[in-house]
């Protein structure tokens, strides 16, 4: 800096050269240095004319202060000539303060709640470059080290929404063109991507996989059948008329898929979501039959073979034309079980696969969009049974894809109601959904108007909440209660590791509850403290005092809600957020002074 501020001749004779007198390149290459910041350019710039024009907005500093600050952006640049680097500069700077105010007033207004919904109004209209935004969300999550875990939860949580209604805009175009332009893949990858939107999912890299696996069919292929018109033409140009050579392609198919890359449908895991992403497809090598089936007739048209996907019931299947091309008979086909290995079955033979007999009509072709409505079925169905998941994230994901695809089904939308209400939670979308299931079908007007009065009565007990419940250590009736929030603890009978977040002085919970857990089996029964934890397994469990002992080796706990309660790990315990302080403002200081009773010796 002081050779910019010093840009005349240097040295008592003048004799030396100054910065402004460096050519053009060293000059650029000297004020791009890593060493400098934006602050250090804007000086620099002010000095001279010469220096001014150096750091000019649209030239090569800026881009290189832009892209040094955040390389993960330039991706979004095509065309870099005339962009002014300098506005994306403060553009992007400005987008990453209005993040952080997000963020962090998020934890005061959503601490009570058990999802935030409704608060994110906040970012739908946002006055700068939705990647922008995201960015700087994502700068917060790799933030190194393990302070900031509230603004991490936020963050998280934000993110989470903002890519899925961006999904979900892609998802509707998808729907709006052409059968024709509506690739099964890029289908299955909407799906992957809105149900996993903080993974690195795209339809470029699933894409990339696909072709590489198609290119190992056709080095099988080469090898048996040199001249076979899948190997001359390009991907997406191809086509084999003749069933024979047609033939040969899914030989070589079922030898790479099967042999060589060992895929095979999980049998003994059929009811992992994971099976139904594609993503996941490719790299567990598993799945059920309807993601094998995309992936097997994804490859299959590269290579010249039109299959046609079957909404057989129970197993989905691919058919494969025999006879004339468009025929309607269905013993012109050939099904083939992309779970069972590609497997060619004849009409029969997919009737001994479920196991009962079935009429015409579900052996006849279906569109990408029926697929993807059998795909989100399934996720349906598994979000159905995720009851240990206390915020049912898969079914709300997949109820929202199915009414992205089906926005008047009466059924999804009262499901979809029932589920808010049930958690408690967007109580003002739950009476535009019932609105409209209303105008859909008055004769749901019964479940619709109970809905409706209780969901306005939640409301209404809302706005006349004063604030949380603060937990006054000195008050008498807590002097049974032993331990305190952030410690960390292990279960005596079950040997779990967890961290404490909520006392009671005793058990807060209904008379079922007790009799389930056969608290009355304890010594001291349900009159006892007892604690909300935090597990190690990413559940929540509600455990007596004397079950709980001291961990004599803490550690993290990886729970995804730990930053809703906990701003930090010390390395012996959690450092409580200011809304949890705010419930037991006299906890912090007596998790403090056990921490060092405890590991006093030899430990810091």
């Known amino acids: 800096m002081a050779a910019a501020q010093g840009a005349g001749p240097a040295g008592p004779g003048g004799g030396g050269t100054g910065l402004t007198d460096l050519p053009g390149e060293l000059l650029e290459l000297i004020l791009c240095c890593d060493v400098l910041g934006a602050a250090d350019i804007g000086r620099v710039s002010c000095t001279c004319r010469r220096l001014r024009e150096a750091c000019q907005p649209r030239g090569k500093v800026w881009r290189e202060r832009f892209r040094l600050r955040w390389p993960s ?27 952080q105010r997000i963020v962090a007033s998020f934890s005061k207004r959503f601490f009570s709640e058990h999802v935030p919904c409704d608060g994110f109004s906040d970012i739908e209209t946002l006055g700068c470059p939705s990647h922008f935004f995201e960015d700087e969300l994502m700068c917060i999550l790799n933030m190194e080290g393990r302070k900031g875990l509230t ?84 991907a997406g140009e191809v086509c084999v008329p003749e069933v024979e050579l047609q ?13 060589q890359l060992k895929y095979k449908g999980n049998e003994l895991d059929y009811y992992n979501s ?3 992403y594609i993503h996941q497809v490719l790299i567990r090598r598993t799945g059920i039959p309807i993601s094998l089936s995309v992936l097997y007739l994804t490859i299959a048209r590269q290579l010249g073979v039109k299959l046609e996907p079957v909404n057989f019931p129970s197993h989905f299947l691919l058919r494969w034309c025999q006879g004339k091309e468009g025929s309607t008979d269905i013993f012109d086909y050939t099904y083939i079980d992309a779970f069972g290995k590609g497997k060619q079955l004849t009409v029969k033979e997919c009737e001994y696969l479920i196991g009962h007999h079935v009429t015409e009509e579900f052996y006849g072709v279906v569109t990408s969009k029926e697929v993807l409505q059998r795909m989100v079925g399934n996720l349906l169905n598994l979000g159905k049974r995720e009851s240990t998941d206390q915020s049912y994230q898969l079914l709300r994901d997949s109820l929202d894809l199915y009414l992205a695809m089906y926005p008047d089904n009466v059924q999804h939308l009262m499901l979809q109601a029932r589920l808010y209400f049930h958690l408690g939670i967007w109580p003002e979308k739950v009476l535009d959904i019932l609105q409209h299931i209303q105008a859909l079908d008055p004769s ?29 250590r000195s008050d008498e009736k807590h002097k049974e209660v032993c331990f305190s929030i952030g410690l960390i603890m292990k279960h005596k009978r079950y040997g779990y590791n967890c961290v404490i977040y909520g006392w009671d002085p005793a058990c807060m919970m209904g ?8 608290v009355h089996s304890l010594p001291h029964g349900p009159h006892q403290p007892f604690y909300n934890v935090l597990v190690e397994d990413g559940s929540c ?20 809600d730990i930053g809703r309660y906990f701003s930090e ?36």
């Open 247 to 259: 033939r040969q392609v899914l030989d070589a198919m079922n030898c790479v898929l099967y042999e």
């Open 151 to 234: 603004w991490k939860y936020y963050a998280k949580k934000i993110l989470y929404f903002l890519r899925q209604q961006n999904i979900l805009k892609n998802l509707k175009e998808y729907l709006q063109r052409p059968t024709e332009r509506q690739s099964f893949l890029e289908g299955a990858v909407l799906i992957d991507q809105y149900c996993n939107p903080l993974s690195d999912i795209c339809l470029k890299s699933v894409q990339a996989q696909v072709d590489d696996i198609a290119d190992k069919v056709r080095k099988v292929l080469r090898a048996k059948n040199p001249r076979h018109p899948s190997l001359a033409s390009k």
């Open 511 to 518: 008379h079922e509850w007790i009799r389930n857990m056969n």
């Open 444 to 472: 749901q007007h019964g479940a619709v108007g109970y809905l409706v009065q209780h969901t306005l009565e939640h409301i209404e007990r809302r706005k006349e909440e004063v604030g949380p419940e603060v937990k006054q």
């Open 274 to 276: 994971l099976n139904s």
């Open 541 to 560: 469990r509600y455990a007596a005092q004397e079950n709980l002992e001291y961990n004599s080796e803490p550690r993290e706990i990886p729970h995804p």
């Open 569 to 604: 790990f010390t390395g012996l315990h959690y450092l409580a957020n200011t809304e949890l302080e705010i419930r037991y403002p006299e906890d912090l200081e007596l998790t403090r002074a056990t921490v060092q009773k405890i590991y006093s010796s030899g430990k810091e």
């Open 73 to 99: 952006l330039l991706k979004y640049y095509s065309h870099t000539d005339g962009v002014s680097w300098l506005e994306e500069y403060k553009a992007r700077h400005n987008a990453g303060l209005e993040a």
